[in-house]
């Protein structure tokens, strides 16, 4: 039961009426029309902008058109007051009966309680993580391999059909400086003295082992040859090693992914999907032959002032046209990433999510004018960067990682602190913007740790419903508690978390449609205040406690809103990707 999504479409019925009865001219555009919570608790449950969204349109004053609208809803009997604000905002305050609806339709629903149509079962791709197949994942890449996982959890909640996605890097000149760092260690699993690593190769242990596997299944064969001849087969054993540690180390944070896509497949195939995407732009007139002109400032040391392949990247909002060739003829990055896209698309994907690292921002306007032109301007790019996280301990830097040799790994801080932590803290920023990673601060017990505060938020619920068995053998099912008489909650505290649970079906369609699941990281975190807030208030109160001996009507009241409270922290917790825990230890 979405409350916000029935008062838009009452809303809606309002403004028809006043059509009808030739207050307003027929055909307005009503897509600006909201209904949400009010800025301010006091001004009621809910607000609209309905008179001020369209009273241009109208030759309408806002004020006059807010006080037509506001006497159409007065006659709605969910509502118990309808107020005009400031230049036509109009708060609605709520029958205590259609709150209490909310929380039976909670309680019945349960986990049910805030999905939503509202993707319509459309496909949409999350391709996230991506990381080079070089090493093990560093606590940038857990970042971005958090939100996009949250993030396809949100809009399955919201009724999407979401495929993950991890684009593997498996050409160009990194995965060959893999394969030579992991000859190096081949040479020492034969007992080799390598000395130092050489400058411009991978000096982790992690590739140790992959040297030791190297030497059991080729012993020492691979030694007298030529590097174009083992560099193939070494290069292929290092990147299997490389993502079975990548896949390993995203299993420790529970994220899994429906599809692996090879980029050295566009071009090792069959067919050559770099080639044939070309020719098709070439064919539409968005491939030509030309010079671009030197970057703005000192021109980089490798530009060349040279006839190149373009792609008319201009034509769909790009800064200047993009070079698909290099200077040897090999094709650019780019190139390879305009196929790929392709590929997302004639798989069925209108819709696209892309999960970036901040270093690529440049990167944007290009690839998004890439999907227009491969897609006819049918499918949509959405590339969302997450900004650097800082590692520390105490408030001090943390060191680098030895295992790596120049990062601290992401194993190593899930190993530390665990996976909850890790993957609500990730998402208790905005992904644009930097954040503070603190291993001491995570682990805390108080409100300052906002995964320990939520997740008591749940435990302390579960706490009640124990108590209620033990002391008065309560024991009621979902639709016991459904029946309960909600009138009895009239304190403002429980009225206000009857609010905040009426508002989690708006806040997944908002989150979902911005593609931003720290909402939800958000709204856990000041539902659980308000929760706790209540329970506090129930220490002082002993007619707020939640068990009262001999008050069977008052228990069950107050257990069926903690009902309706546990499946939203749950639902929540669980597009976070979080544990909801019944105990904190």
Known sequence: MNIFGLFERRVGEALGRLEAAGHIPAGLDTSRVLVEPPRETGHGDLATNAAMAIAKQAKANPRALAELIAADLRTDPRVSGVTVAGPGFINIALAPSTLHEVIRAALLDQHGFGRSGQGAGAAVNVENVSANPTGPMHVGHGRGAVFGDALANLLAFAGFAVTREYY????????????????VRYREALGQDVGAIPEGLYPGDYLVPVGRALAEEFASTLLDRPEAEWLPT?????????????????????????????ERSLSGGATDEIRATIEGLRSRGLVYEGRLPPPKGQPPEDWEDREQTLFRATEFGDDIDRPLLKSDGAYTYFAADIAYHR?????????????????????????????????????DLDVKLCQLVKLLRGGEPVKMSKRSGDFVTLREVVDEVGRDPVRFMMLFRKNDAPLD?????????????????????HARVASVFRQASETSGF????????????????DEAEIELERRIAQWPRLVEAAAAAHEPHRVAFFLYDLSGVFHALWNKGKDLPQLRFVKQGDERSTVARLALLGALRGVLA?????????????MR
Do not use: C
Not at 484 to 490: F, G, K
């Open 234 to 262: 070494v290069r292929t054993r290092a990147i299997d090693a490389m993502m079975a540690l990548i896949r390993d180390d995203l299993a420790s944070l529970d994220i899994r992914h429906d599809v692996f896509f090879s």
């Open 475 to 490: 024991t009621p099912d979902r639709e016991a508690l459904a029946g309960a008489d909600l009138s009895v909650l009239t």
């Open 571 to 583: 639902s929540g917790l669980a597009i976070l990707g979080v544990s909801a825990p019944d105990e």
């Open 168 to 183: 593997v890097n498996d050409a160009g000149a990194q995965v060959d400086v893999l394969a030579r760092s992991a000859f």
């Open 343 to 379: 590929s997302k698309f004639e798989r069925g994907f209108a819709s696209m999510i892309d999960v970036w690292g901040a270093d690529h921002g440049g990167y944007v306007k290009r690839m998004r004018a890439a999907v227009k032109a491969v897609s006819g301007g049918d499918a």
């Open 437 to 457: 990673f603190d291993l001491a601060k995570v682990l805390e017990q108080s409100k300052d740790n906002p995964v320990f505060y939520v997740q008591y938020a």
